[in-house]
């Protein structure tokens, strides 16, 4: 009974410690990314600090990262090649993000995947978030967890998204609804084409 409690005590310790590890790490990693000065080069180099504390992201790509840009849990992020991050974003990438090519994130975007139902605030709810190629986040925009953001769709700024959206579309509003389809000649293929 006695070796069992050490056990666990033991086995519970070392879980602190990894999370503390973990966190710390984070911590100091994207604060020193974002103390860096908001140059090109800075802004090229910040992906390989983040692949650091455990972002999925290309190490020689073409990300742009700008400073303070903050990221809650970053093992559950992963971001493709020729994504543009801007200013003051904050990604709670409790459960997975993803984000994938071409994307831009204008300043001030918050994509929050953790949430609970107002009944019980202990228990957390967990919902993922996948930002498909070519969209655009507009600024101040909320993205909500269980949101599917399909190809090439823009998000207004200040708008609030939760849900699924359909391709080419753009959303405005809080909570965010389609007012008109993208042109895919004109937008898509441009992107592409770069």
Known sequence: MLL?????FRLFLH???VDLFFRLR???IFGFANILP???IFSI???????LTGVNIPIFGSCVIRKNVWVESPNGLKIDDKVQINRDVYISSNASVIIEEGVRI?????IITISHEGKNFEQDILSPIHI???SHIGAGAVILGGSIIEEGVVVAPNAVLQGDTKPYGVYVGNPARMVS?????TDITKEESK
Do not use: G, H
Not at 181 to 185: P, S
């Open 4 to 8: 069992r409690l050490y056990s666990f």
């Open 15 to 17: 879980a602190i410690w």
């Open 26 to 28: 984070s911590v100091f």
């Open 38 to 40: 908001d140059f090109l």
């Open 45 to 51: 180099f910040r992906p390989l600090l983040w692949r």
């Open 106 to 110: 204008a300043p001030s975007v918050m």
């Open 132 to 134: 498909k190629k070519f």
């Open 181 to 185: 389809k993208r042109e895919f000649e």
